[in-house]
C-alpha cells in the first residue's frame, strides 16, 4: 500500500475493499499515474479531488496550491507541465468556461496535462449539486480555433480511477490537454474499489523529482520536438502559430502543415483513444449508446431488457472525442435504432447522427431536470421504439 | 496604423537593415531580428538594461527562464537566448508560477505591459505578490495598450488621450508600485528608461533576491500614445519623463505618484523579506506549519508586510 492512500484507507471497510468517493478516487488515480502538480479554485460538484490533492501532493514530494481563479489554475499547470512535470486540475461549468483560452494555449504549445470537469447543471451557476452532461460540446470545441480534443467519460468510482490514469496517459504520450469528463453524482457517490487496482498502475517510482528533462518516452511520431522548461536547450514557447522550432510563423505552407499535424497526432491514433465497451454485442435491434452517468443506467436497463424480452445491445463510451467513427458505424450497420440517452439537450445524439444515420435511425433521449435517467425510462423508450417498428 | 500587428511585421522585417554586432549577442537570438518594436519605443532600451543585468547578476543562463504576456513587451521573450515562454493575455504570472514551484532551482522572470499585468492579469499580479512567489516582474509601463492600436490602460493618466478615450480619460490610473508593496512585494522600484543605470542595478537586485520583486519602467510608446498626446518622438518623450523625475529612494511607496504636471517620483521604494511561498510550503511537507492561532513564541513563519 503506498503511503499517500491513507485518505483512502481510512474509508477502508475491510482489508480488500474500500468505500471510495468518486473525486477521491480521480485524486488517487492521477497520483498514482504520477501526477506531482495540482492548481485549482474551490467549485462544486469537485472540489473534493483539490482537497484530496491539498493533502496527499505535499507528502508525496509534489506541489498543491489553490490559486485565485480557474484561468490562473490551469496557467500555473501548464506552467509546470512545461517543465516535465504531471500537472492536473479540476473544476465544474463555471471554472471550465474560464479555462478555454488555455486549453487552445495548452494544444497549442503541446503542454500534457489533464483537466477533470465534474459537470454540474447549467448554463451559469446553474444548478451547482444536480448531475448533468451539458458540457461535452464545450470540452470538444469550447476553446477557439480548429483543434484537436481529448476526452474521457466516467460512469463509475472505478472509473474515476482509471480513467484519470488514461488521461494522464494520452495526455503525455499525444503531449496535449487531456479532458476527464464526469458528471455530479459519478464525482460524488461512493462504491465500493478494490484496494488491488490502487498503485498497480504507478507510471514513475519514488519520489518525484522534478527532472528538467523528463519527456514521456513513448510519444506519438507526430509530436512536435517537445520544448522542456529548465533542459539547458533555451526553448521558446508561443501561443502564436508557430514551426518545430518553437518560433512564430505567417508562413502559410508552414501554417497549415503545423495545425493539421495537431490533429493528425490525435485522428490517426483513434485505434488507441478510442475506449468503449459493448453489452450484448450483435444481438440487439436497439443500440444504447450513452457515456457518464447514463452508460450506468443503460447497463442497468440491458438487464431489465433482458428480463423483459426485448433486444437491446449497449455500447459505453469512454472515449467521446476523438469520435470513436469505427465502432459506431460497425453497430450502425447491425441495428435499426441507436438509442442515445444523455443528461444534456442532444449534444452527442448529433455527433452520432452526422456518423451513422446512413445506416441507422438515431434517437436522441435527453433529460435536464438535474436528475438521472433510469433504467427503466430507458427500457420503456426501447419498447417504444420497438412497438413502433413492429406496428409498421 | 502604424502599431506593430501581426501583419506589419513581416513589413518591418523585410524593410529594416539587419543589426550590427551587439555586445549581448549571446544573450540575444540574433535570427529573429530585427525585432518588431517601433523605432524610439522605450521597450527596447529596457531590453538593453535586461540584457546587462542578467550578465551582471551572474545567475546560470541554463537556469532563467523569461516569461511574458501578451503586448509589445510581451515580445521580449521571444529575442532573449533563454528558456523563453510567451503566454497568453494577461496570465504570464500564473504560468511563471507554475514553473517556478514545479522547478524552484530556476531563476524566473516576468516581463510584460502595464495592461497585461494590471487590466487583465491584476489579478494574478496581486496575488502572487501576497503568496510571496520568487518572481521578478518587470512592467513596462508605456501608458497604454501600445500592441492593440493605443487603447487606454490602467496606468493612462487622467486626461489623456487614446483611441477609447477621445477626448482625454477620465479614470484614475494605478500607482502599480504602491499596490504590489500593498501586496506584500518584497522589492519595489520605479524608473525611467532614461535611468539605464539605476534600471540596471534595481534589475539585478531583484533577480538575485529571493521573492517577489517588481520593477517598473516608465517608457515611451511614441507611435501610439505619444503621437495621440503630441508628445513628439520617442526621444521627445523620454526626455519627458526624465526631467519631470525626482529619485526618492525609501519613501513610502503610496507616496510614489506619477503627477505628469509636477513631478514622477521614481526610485527604490521596498527591498525587505519575508519567507517566500516554497520557504513556507516546506512547514506544509513537514506539517510543521503550527495550530493556529498561534502562541506567542510560535509565530515564526509570516512576517507582516514590512515596506522597508
Ligand atoms: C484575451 C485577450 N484579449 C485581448 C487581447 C488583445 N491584446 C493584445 S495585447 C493587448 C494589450 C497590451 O497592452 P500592454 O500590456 O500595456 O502591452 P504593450 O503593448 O503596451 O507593451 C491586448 C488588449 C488578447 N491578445 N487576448
Ligand atoms: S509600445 Fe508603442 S512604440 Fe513600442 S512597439 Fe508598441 S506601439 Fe510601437
Ligand atoms: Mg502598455
Known sequence: MERWHYHALQEAIDSSTLLVQGNRACALGALDAGVRFFAGYPITPSSEIMETMAYELPRVGGVFLQMEDEIASICACIGAALTGTLAMTATSGPGFSLMQEAIGYATMVEAPLVIVNVMRVGPSTGRPTAPSQGDVMQARWGTHGDHPAVVLAASNVADMYRLTMAAVRFAQRFRTPAILLADEVVGHMRESFSTELIGRYRLTSGDFDFTPSYVHPEMVREVHPPHVLGSKTHPHVTGLMHDETGFPTDDPAKSDQFLRQLHDKIGNHRDELCLYDVKNEGKGRVCIVAYGSCARSARAALRLAEQEGLPVEVLHLYTLFPLPVEIIQEVARRVEFMLVPELNLGQYAREIRKMAENWTTVISMGKVDGTLLTPREIVDRVAELIGKYESV | ?308
Open chain 2, 1 to 308: 496604423m502604424k502599431t506593430p500587428t501581426e501583419t506589419t511585421t513581416r513589413l518591418r522585417r523585410q524593410t529594416r537593415a539587419r543589426p550590427k554586432a551587439h555586445p549581448h549577442d549571446h544573450l540575444l537570438r540574433t535570427d529573429r531580428m530585427p525585432h518588431i518594436w517601433c523605432p524610439g519605443c522605450g521597450i527596447g532600451t529596457v531590453f538593453g538594461c535586461l540584457l546587462t543585468a542578467i550578465e551582471k547578476s551572474g545567475l546560470p543562463l541554463d537556469d532563467i527562464a523569461i516569461v511574458s504576456g501578451i503586448g509589445c513587451t510581451g515580445r521580449m521573450a521571444g529575442y532573449l537566448n533563454l528558456d523563453s515562454f510567451h503566454t497568453t493575455h494577461g496570465r504570464a504570472i500564473p504560468f511563471a508560477t507554475g514553473l517556478k514551484l514545479a522547478r524552484p532551482q530556476g531563476t524566473v522572470l516576468v516581463a510584460s505591459g502595464d495592461g497585461d499585468l494590471f487590466a487583465i492579469g491584476g489579478n494574478h499580479f496581486i496575488h502572487a505578490a501576497r503568496r510571496n512567489i520568487d518572481l521578478t516582474v518587470i512592467c513596462v509601463n508605456n501608458l497604454n495598450y501600445g500592441m492593440t492600436g493605443g487603447q487606454v490602460a490602467p496606468s493612462t493618466p487622467f486626461g489623456a488621450r487614446t483611441t477609447t478615450t477621445p477626448v482625454g480619460n477620465i479614470e484614475e490610473p494605478f500607482n502599480f508600485c504602491s499596490l504590489a508593496a500593498e501586496c506584500g512585494a518584497t522589492y519595489v522600484a520605479r524608473w525611467t528608461s532614461l535611468h539605464a543605470r539605476w534600471l540596471t542595478d534595481s534589475l539585478v537586485e531583484a533577480m538575485t533576491k529571493k521573492g517577489f520583486s517588481y520593477v517598473e519602467v516608465l517608457a515611451p510608446c511614441p507611435t501610439t500614445f505619444g503621437r495621440r498626446n503630441r508628445l513628439g518622438s520617442g526621444a521627445d518623450l523620454a526626455r519627458f519623463f526624465h526631467e519631470r523625475s525626482v529619485i526618492r529612494n525609501g519613501i513610502d511607496p503610496r507616496e510614489a505618484v506619477l503627477d505628469f504636471e509636477k513631478h514622477l517620483v521614481v526610485g527604490k521604494f521596498v527591498d525587505s523579506t519575508r519567507p517566500t511561498f516554497l520557504d513556507n510550503y516546506e512547514l506544509v511537507r513537514r506539517r510543521e506549519v503550527g495550530e493556529w492561532p498561534f502562541r506567542e513564541e510560535h509565530t515564526p513563519h509570516t512576517s507582516g508586510r514590512a515596506h522597508n
